[in-house]
């Protein structure tokens, strides 16, 4: 097995990284970074390999791939000298105070980060899903806190400069008294099981964001219109874990008094523009688009009065209702994972936690399998935190 490779055997060239002035004082040197991917298993996830090269004074040193050519390339990607095979031997051998995550399958996510809670790294990003059952968070989140460990979930819509001023247009009364919150995948060929484990953190992220934590669920998963049986229990793609339905309906009750839902279905229509979390109020519903640009709009009337719905869809920035994005880099940096990681950087040096930490993303996953949970239970409402703390399907009788 190759376990170090040499990057001038490899000719793929590599973009140069551009930093901003703000970007170029924010952070002295010397952060060492190391990344974890697994071509073929989950990549590098949606870019987190090459962002740590527009983060100004950090120094990659280090990359792990068991797959030799996937490795060969991720070295030139990142210009880097040093390769692995085993993410184990390059944590200790580098020993990176950052680490990236990347793999997109959550099925290594927590050997990979024990691994490097183990070797020392202060402050590690980590790709979503998080984990694949409340076990494994739980387990990462015990491990972190012993050694004060700083975990960042890569949820970026949670880092989106607009949020804020969305929170307070709610508190404000923009859309009168916010009512409910609803949900919706992506409604393509993964609708259900699969559109709400790789997508629906995104959502869930939000509904913690503006209504509390999750007190209980009541859901319903169906397989071509009818209930989820035992037979119908797969292998999920992407390493999933166990997986079923191709139609949910969910909802949680949260600790701030509102219920939210969340519906997906296979081949839904949408073309994947339904991807959304809506604040719904007796005066208006804003829209929150998932990874969308805008962000937010607000769509003024009351949802259920036809009367007094208007057509008008009134853009929402960081700057306000209706106001010209006044921080446009920002924004850009919400996608490409620049501020997630400036904001991992400072929750290492001012030792507090990230915007999105690791019991965000482990609580994501525990709503997820809140959904399996009740459902087995004939849709009763169950509470969370779950008592078991494993995947409900592997328990349907």
Request: aromatic content about 6%; hydrophobic content about 40%.
């Amino acid at each position: 097995m190759i376990v170090h490779m040499n990057r001038r055997e490899f000719l793929v060239a590599a973009p140069a990284a551009t930093f901003s002035p703000f970007l170029m004082a924010a952070y002295p040197g010397n952060r060492r970074v190391a990344v974890i991917g697994h071509t073929g298993r989950g990549n590098y996830g949606h870019a987190l390999d090459v962002v740590w090269r527009k983060i100004p004074g950090v120094e990659i040193v280090g990359v792990a791939d068991p797959d030799i050519e996937g490795l060969g390339k991720a070295m030139a990607r990142l210009e880097v000298d040093h390769g692995y095979a085993d993410y184990r031997k390059m944590l200790l051998d580098a020993r990176p105070e950052f680490v990236s995550v990347a793999p997109r399958h959550p099925d290594q996510h927590m050997e990979m980060t024990l691994a490097a809670i183990e070797a020392g790294a202060k402050g590690i990003y980590v790709e979503k899903p998080f984990c694949r059952t409340p076990a494994e968070g739980d387990r990462i989140i015990e491990a972190a806190d012993r050694l004060g460990v700083k975990i960042a979930v890569a949820h970026r819509n949670r880092y989106h400069p607009v949020l804020p001023m969305v929170k307070r247009l709610v508190e404000d009364g923009a859309i009168g008294r916010l009512l409910e919150m609803q949900g919706y995948g992506k409604g393509d060929r993964r609708g259900g099981g699969e559109d709400l484990w790789v997508l629906g953190g995104h959502v869930f992220n939000l509904f913690e964001y503006f209504g509390g934590k999750p007190k209980s669920c009541s859901a319903i998963v169906l397989q071509n219109g009818r209930p989820v049986t035992q037979k119908d229990v797969v292998e999920g793609a992407e390493n999933l874990g166990l997986l079923a339905g191709n139609e949910i309906h969910a909802k949680w009750r949260l600790s701030g008094g509102l219920v939210c839902s969340y519906k997906t279905f296979t081949n839904d229509g949408s073309e994947g523009e339904g991807y959304s979390a809506h604040l719904v109020g007796t005066e208006g519903t804003i829209t929150l688009r998932i990874d969308g640009d805008p962000l937010a709009r607000l769509s003024p009337g009351n949802a259920a009065n036809p009367k007094s719905r208007a057509n008008e869809r009134i853009p929402i920035t960081s700057a306000g209702l209706g106001q010209v994005e006044t921080r446009p880099d920002d924004v850009a940096n919400v996608k490409n994972h620049v501020l997630p990681i400036i904001d991992l950087i400072d929750a290492v040096d001012q030792d507090r936690a990230p915007l999105c930490d690791a019991r965000q993303g482990a609580l994501a996953v525990e709503m997820i399998c809140s959904v399996f949970e009740s459902h087995r239970q004939n849709g009763a409402f169950v509470s969370l935190p779950l008592q078991d703390r494993g995947n409900p399907l592997a328990r349907f009788v």
